[in-house]
């Protein structure tokens, strides 16, 4: 199994980033797929999730109304639509399975 994040950088404040997470070696419709972040210094933190067929997501209070979690079954693929960014959204972005992590993607917002 193999999750592979990408689209992070660097981004001034009220800018924005779509981040993709590319999902290989298991049966992507079968899990709802969770991003997390984790900030130097602290612990992971959950973002958004989205169920199997997409129907149903969940946020963070901290990014409702920012970040939109979607996801494209037919290329294994989910996505964090990140808008509005602050500051403290700076951090390493994650997906994950409930069972498999990627290698995260940093996202760093700053003037």
């Known amino acids: 199994v193999q999750l592979v994040e990408s689209g992070g950088g660097l981004v001034q404040p009220g800018g924005s980033l779509r981040l993709s997470c590319v999902a290989s070696?298991?049966?992507?419709?079968?899990?709802i797929i969770w991003w997390y972040r984790q900030a130097p210094g602290t612990g992971r933190e959950l973002v958004a999730?989205?169920?199997?067929?997409?129907?149903?997501?969940n946020y963070a209070d901290s990014v409702k109304g920012r970040f939109t979690i979607s996801r494209d079954n037919a290329k294994n693929t989910v996505y964090l639509q990140m808008n509005s960014l602050k500051p403290e959204d700076t951090a390493m972005y994650y997906c994950?399975?409930?069972?498999?992590w990627g290698q995260g993607t940093q996202v760093t917002v700053s003037s």
């Open positions: 999730a989205v169920t199997s067929a997409g129907v149903s997501t």
């Open positions: 994950n399975t409930g069972r498999h």
């Open positions: 070696g298991l049966t992507f419709t079968s899990y």
